[in-house]
């Protein structure tokens, strides 16, 4: 087959280029204007602006998504904060449209991939996390290439790099958050899957040792995070044996012990916990409900019946359909997700936060594109079924440009962050040497916005600057809930009166300065 020239595959799919560099100029307009929120500056000023190989060793929370805040902090290096926080997001949410749309093209016509890339750019959760500095859409783009390199597998291509992709894919998925697991078990099933029904039992090990690899890798990256962890502790800690010596001579005289106390660190925060096993399971029906109605908001159940109800199509003409191996993975893949997902949900005993989910909508908007365009194949009357898809992009297309040009779609991430920030704009934060913090705001604030970091003091007499919140002046607000650090305190505000003059204000935030 002659290959086409640059020229000849942008007129050909011209529609999907002008759509997607639509979605590019929204998010970028998104990354600037809509300032980020406080998971995204706790992100920033804990381990992306501290660079790569802190990043790399550092997992105090899972909040550290550890491979999106090691590549971001290489980005942070050019020196502008939202590139360095956002850029790395920006570039997987654009590659995110590109690969859905390039596995739509595997099994179906270009008119039905632009239908499921729309649908999929058009999802609510989908374009809130498109630019966030956060790692869900990276996980995504490397769910998508994993899916990609493995549905290529399958259908044959037996190239060196597809293999590479695949491991490579897998193992950045879980770097950047350990439940990309919900992803990664369901792609490499689907493939185990479909070449053990192929017989194609060369292909399969080869899979298998890719999966392999990914794990071992995968290990590797994570021993590094324990070793660094565990030796800290091990270091500070009296009684240890390994008190007061540095960490890198802790771990090369105690790896295991540094290993297994890192791990036992990290299994036990507080932030991964498991709900009764019952009660996991008598919610799974509610919780994808509310999964979809993060998904398409106000049809939540529609979306539900209307996406499952196309996945049990796919499974059924996956006995039936006798077309080609890329339709044929697509029915495995999809039936793949629609079982493994909730009884791995069941099996742990947890309902994640919706975010972490955000790339489960793929496979069932593919069963979605693959139901209509089988259904549409029926009709006798071309003219007819071109006109319908027609009107079904169409529709599709107008209801994400709609969506994603709306207010609730870009209402403001960080209200309080934003209205802090107005503050610390009105004077000159460079300014600030030393500052008694009332929240945890304030510090990632001042180092995303300004590239400020004062010194941190534990007592008002100690400090140049304070910012007093709604909270400090809100008579019944007298037990702090985090990130609020401080409740409202007649002294402290009696304190603040006397020895410090205000600076700056706006939103209910005021800057003092000691007099």
Not at 380 to 404: C, M, P, Q, R
Request: hydrophobic content about 45%; proline content about 3%; some cysteine.
């Amino acid at each position: 087959m002659e290959k086409k020239s640059f020229a000849d595959v942008l007129k050909e799919h011209t529609l999907a280029v002008v759509f997607i560099l639509f979605m590019t100029v929204l998010y970028i307009r998104m990354m600037f204007t809509n300032g980020p929120w406080y998971d995204e500056l706790y992100t920033y000023y804990y381990f992306i602006s501290r660079g790569p190989v802190y990043a790399a060793i550092h997992w105090p929370v899972p909040n550290n998504h550890v491979g999106y805040s090691v590549l971001s902090a290489f980005l942070d290096l050019f020196g502008n904060s939202y590139i360095g926080l956002r850029g790395v997001s920006l570039i997987a949410a654009v590659a995110n449209l590109i690969l859905i749309y390039r596995m739509g093209l595997r099994s179906l016509d270009k008119y039905y991939s632009l239908t499921a890339t729309a649908l999929y750019a058009g999802a609510y959760l989908v374009y809130r996390l498109s630019v966030q500095g956060r790692g869900y859409t990276l996980a995504t783009t490397c769910f998508l290439v994993a899916s990609l390199s493995c549905m290529k597998i399958c259908a044959g291509d037996y190239g060196k790099r597809h293999f590479i992709l695949f491991a490579g894919a897998l193992t950045l998925g879980l770097y950047i958050v350990p439940s990309s697991i919900y992803w990664v078990i369901p792609v490499c099933i689907a493939g185990g899957l479909f070449l053990l029904s192929e017989k194609e039992y060369s292909r399969l090990l080869k899979l298998f040792l890719s999966g392999v690899c990914a794990a071992v890798v995968t290990l590797f990256l994570y021993a590094v995070i324990w070793l660094a962890i565990g030796a800290n502790l091990l270091c500070k800690e009296e009684g240890s044996g390994f008190f007061g010596m540095s960490q890198v001579k802790v771990i090369l005289s105690a790896p295991f012990k540094s290993a297994f106390k890192g791990i036992e660190y990290m299994t036990a925060t507080p932030y991964i916990q498991s709900i009764d096993r019952w009660e996991c399971i008598k919610g799974l029906l509610e919780y994808f409900i509310n999964l979809c109605w993060d998904f398409y908001d106000r049809i939540g159940e529609v979306a539900l019946v209307v996406l499952v109800g196309s996945a049990f199509v796919c499974i059924i003409r996956l006995f039936t359909d006798k077309r080609d191996g890329n339709r044929k993975f697509m029915h495995i893949f999809v039936a793949c997700f629609l079982v493994l997902v909730p009884v791995m949900l069941m099996i742990q005993s947890v309902h994640p936060y919706m975010r972490v989910f955000s790339f489960y909508l793929i496979p069932f908007l593919m069963a979605f594109v693959i139901s209509i365009s089988g259904l549409f194949a029926t009709i006798k009357n071309k003219k007819a079924v071109t006109a319908v898809a027609a009107t079904i992009l169409g529709i599709s297309v107008l209801y994400a440009a709609f969506n994603d040009l709306g207010g609730y779609y870009n209402q403001e991430l960080g209200a309080t962050e934003n209205d802090m920030e107005e503050a610390f704009s009105m004077m000159n934060p460079k300014e600030i040497d030393t500052i008694y913090y009332t929240d945890d705001f304030q510090k990632y604030v001042l180092k995303f916005y300004h590239d400020v970091t004062p010194a941190e003091v534990y007592t008002l007499a100690e400090a140049n600057y304070v910012v007093i919140g709604p909270e400090q002046r809100d008579k019944n607000y007298t037990q702090p809930e985090w990130p609020v650090l401080y409740p409202f305190s007649q002294g402290l505000l009696d304190d603040v009166e006397r020895d410090m003059e205000e600076v700056a204000s706006a939103n209910g935030y005021t800057v003092y300065h000691r007099k």
